[in-house]
Nanobody, 112 residues
């Protein structure tokens, strides 16, 4: 089970930190990513971290978002800074590629 948390309403330029806790999976063996789905759009991968700790980002979030993981806690994080209205979406975590059952996600709304 994947449980995402940390979303909310934030003003443009603000920050949020999302968390994804995994139970029933040994998360550390997977490459893991944060995905997002905006209304009317397809789900997209915005940040990934390999089991070895290498990271990669979509161009749209590069320099603003940081993905990290705590293997001992079986948890992955997404630090989001300088948020923009176009970052508004439901955010989900999953392996890369997405092999696990999706969680419910956490909603991020960036609006003044």
């Amino acid at each position: 089970q994947l449980v995402e948390s940390g979303g909310g309403l934030v003003q443009p330029g603000g920050s949020l930190r999302l968390s994804c806790a995994a139970s029933g999976y040994i998360f550390s063996i997977y490459d893991v990513g944060w995905y997002r789905q905006a209304p009317g759009k397809q789900r997209e991968l915005v940040a990934g971290i390999t089991s070895g700790g290498s990271t990669n980002y979509a161009d749209s979030v590069k320099g603003r978002f940081t993905i990290s993981r705590d293997k001992a806690k079986n948890t992955v994080y997404l630090q989001m800074n300088s948020l923009k209205p176009e970052d508004t979406a439901a955010y989900y975590c999953n392996s890369v590629p997405s092999l696990l059952s999706w969680g419910k996600g956490t909603l991020v709304t960036v609006s003044s």
